[in-house]
């Protein structure tokens, strides 16, 4: 196990605070792919065993047996996120209409608000964001500035953009804290960050070109430090910390700006 010097027991006691902070005493959150899940604890005297349920509102609730205690419950809501995760995507798919990005929309790139400008300096119209300029095909009788949805034009640019530089980016960080990746995909995932897997490969979700370095980096820091840890024990967090010391406030840009990415 690598040492954890002073900096890193501080990163992980600040994750910690960041982890339990909470505005009631039975309330925190979960971590769920993308987003902060507000999680509840309740108290049940004829419950027999743990129950985790999704309302209604989105707000995650695990239900305490009569002996059982919080430590317990949040364990038990920790081993079935991939459930809640499910739960989440179902809730999700039934009410959610994708939203679509006209001219004028902001959208994150890079971490900054950028507005969508739509330009027509030839026979085909362009978008232009930060530094970004795309050509948009556009329907003959299409009105430029109102009926055009630039979200799929725009969300392929960003997914090109990605697959260039992220597993250019794993293997960059890769190199310097010394593992070994085999591959590197970049994927639609529609409710994670990224994924490892134990035969050395690394998935990516192509929206983190929508987040600051800082933030991108933390999540491909925390998908190599499973290359060591498959789990995410106090050990892998510890890892994290070594790795990336300001894991915390990483995490805190991604639970604030979390509906952004919908």
Not at 61 to 69: A, D, K, L
Not at 92 to 97: L, T
Not at 190 to 208: D, K, P, V, Y
């Amino acid at each position: 196990m690598p040492p954890v010097n002073a900096s890193h027991r501080e990163a992980i006691q600040q994750y910690d605070g960041l982890r339990r902070k909470r505005s009631h005493r039975n309330e925190e959150w979960i971590r769920v792919g993308l987003r902060q899940v507000p999680l509840r604890f309740v108290r049940h005297p004829r419950a027999r065993r743990y129950v985790l349920r999704l309302c209604s509102d989105g707000t995650a609730r695990v239900t305490i047996p009569r002996r059982g205690s919080w430590t317990e419950g949040r364990r038990f809501a920790n081993r079935n996120v991939r459930w809640l995760e499910k739960q989440l995507w179902r809730q999700a798919s039934r009410s959610v209409v994708p939203k679509e990005w006209a001219a004028g929309t902001e959208i994150l790139f890079r971490g900054e608000k950028v507005e969508l400008e739509m330009y027509r300096t030839s026979e085909t119209p362009e978008v232009r964001f930060g530094d970004q300029i795309i050509a948009i095909p556009q329907p003959p009788t299409c009105n430029l500035q109102l009926a055009i949805n630039l979200r799929p034009a725009v969300e392929q640019h960003l997914r090109k953009i990605a697959a260039k530089e992220l597993p250019a980016r794993v293997a960059e960080l890769a190199a310097q804290h010394q593992f070994q990746v085999r591959r590197v995909s970049v994927r639609n995932q529609r409710s994670r960050w990224g994924s490892c897997s134990r035969h050395e490969t690394i998935s990516l979700n192509w929206r983190l070109v929508q987040t600051p370095a800082f933030v991108r980096d933390y999540i491909i820091l925390h998908e190599l430090a499973h290359l060591k840890e498959m789990n995410h024990s106090k050990r892998f967090w510890r890892e994290v910390a070594r790795l990336c010391p300001e894991f915390a406030n990483a995490e805190r840009w991604l639970k604030e700006h979390s509906e952004s990415f919908r």
